[in-house]
């Protein structure tokens, strides 16, 4: 169900589009390709001229590798545009510093630390944010021919990950009733 239609009228400025595609590759690694867009709806003067609404004020690309542990084992950052030229896509090859994180430990925290502030861009550490729960939904087939054919022997990780999976709801009842721990009342 959409938002309903907004009380008050309106103007857009601004539209932030991220995207990421998964990939499974021949090697048995995964790749995940992600994308972040920024446009502005309308026209302002820069140093260097107009900038166009609708043209791409930030345009960045990361792609991560990762294996069956989801240890990131190969990244790569690009720019199609940036405000600051390339006083911003200088940062490219930091993010090659991505290699060896585990996507599903702590990964958002160690980007943080290693890329806050003037030590990364700002953006591309963002769009860095999306990576883990892209990564669950890439391998989530997997996951689930693995439990069907009775491979099992680790608890999900995703149970405890958010209110609908929390261990002693219906969900995990339903689907994962080994798992299932009786909810705790209070006397």
Known sequence: MPLPAPEVEREALHTRTLRVDAYARADGQWDLEAELIDVKHYDF??????????????????????????IITAAQAAYDAAPYAQNCTAIEPAYEGLVGMNLLKGFRDTVRRRYGRSQGCSHMTELSYVLPTVAIQALSNKRREDRQAGEDAQRPFQIDGCHALREDGPVVKEFYPKWYVTPVTED
């Open 45 to 70: 003067e820069r140093r260097v001229g107009t900038h166009y609404a609708g043209d791409p004020i930030h345009h960045m690309h990361l792609r991560v590798t990762f294996n069956e542990s989801f």
